[in-house]
C-alpha cells in the first residue's frame, strides 16, 4: 500500500509541475500589454517599459517560472500587479468561499445520486422511471441556466430567505451561511446527482445479478445487507472516479455560479484576473485548482485500493 500511495503522489507532483509550466506558458502575453493593463491606455511607452522592467517582465519566459515555481515551493506566491496584497493573502480570503460551496455541492450529489441509483437498481418500476427522468433532466440543463432560474423564482421573491448575492462566512451565523451557498449548491449538483445515480444504478444492476450476491440470498442474509454492506461496496469504485471527477468539475463551474450570485470566491477572482493579465493571482488559483486535483484524486485512488486490492497492482 506505501509504493501505491508513493506511485501517486509523484504522479500528482509532476502533474502539478506539468500543469503551472503550461499555464505559465499560456498566459504569458508579453510585457507592455501588462503595462499598460496596470498603468492605462494613456500610459506611454516609456513608462510601460519601466514597469516592465520593475516587475521582470522583460526577461525570458523560463527565468520568470523558475523564479516564481521556486518562490512558490516556499510558500510565496508573489504579490498581484494590480494591488499590493499578497497572493497568498487574497487566497485565504477567497478559497474557503468555493470550498464551502463544492464541499456542500459534493456531499448533495453523493448522497442524493447514491439514494436515487440504488432505489433505482432495487425496485424498479415507476422509481427507476422517475430516476431516469431526473437523469436527463439534470444532464440536459446547464449549471449557469439552473442558477439564474433560481435566482429568478426564489432568490427574488424570497430575499430574506435565500439572498440572490453575497455569501456569510460560518464564523459569522451557521444558518446565513448555509442560506447564502443554497441556491449556488443545488445549481452545482443536481446535474452531478444525474451523474452519480446512473452510476450507481449502472453498476448496481450489474452487482446484483453477480453470483455471490445469489449465494448470500441463499445463506439467508437479510436483503437490506446484502445491498448496502455487499453490493454496494463492490459498486463503489466507478461512482468513486465519476465522483471525483463531478468534484473537480464544480471547481470550474463554480467559477461561472459564483459570477451569478456574486460570491467573492476563487472562481470570480480567476476570471477577473485572466481578463486583467494578472500573472501571478492566475498562477495561484492555478496552482492552488491543480493541488485539490490532485489530493481528490490520490484520496480516491486510495479507497479504491481499499475497496478494491486488485487496483494497488494495476
Known sequence: MTTFILRRLLAGVVLIFIVTALTFLLIYAGGND??????????????????????????????????????????D??????????????????????????????VLTAVLGVILGVASARRGGWVDRVTQVISVVGFALPSYWLALVLVLTIALPMPWLFPATG???????????????????IALTIGGVATIAQQVRGSMIDTMRLDFVRTLRSRGIPERNIVYRHALRSSAGPALTVLS??????????????????????GSLAATASLRGDIPVVMGVVA?????????????????GILNPKVRTA
Open 34 to 75: 501588462i503595462a499598460f493593463s496596470i498603468l492605462g491606455e494613456s500610459a506611454t511607452p516609456e513608462a510601460a517599459a519601466a514597469l516592465s522592467t520593475q516587475l521582470g517582465l522583460d526577461r525570458p519566459i523560463f527565468v520568470q517560472y523558475w523564479d516564481w515555481l521556486t518562490s512558490a515551493l516556499t510558500g
Open 77 to 106: 506566491l508573489g504579490t498581484s500587479f494590480f494591488g499590493p496584497a499578497s497572493v497568498a493573502t487574497t487566497l485565504g480570503i477567497r478559497i474557503p468561499v468555493t470550498l464551502s460551496l463544492v464541499a456542500v455541492s459534493i
Open 167 to 185: 455569501y456569510v462566512a460560518p464564523t459569522v451565523s451557521v444558518g446565513a451561511w448555509l442560506m447564502s451557498i443554497a441556491l449556488p449548491a
Open 245 to 266: 471527477l463531478q468534484f473537480i468539475g464544480m471547481l470550474g463551474g463554480a467559477i461561472i455560479i459564483e459570477r451569478v450570485f456574486a460570491l467573492p470566491g476563487i
Open 288 to 304: 492552488f485548482s491543480v493541488f485539490v486535483v490532485v489530493v481528490v484524486n490520490l484520496l480516491v485512488d486510495i479507497t479504491q
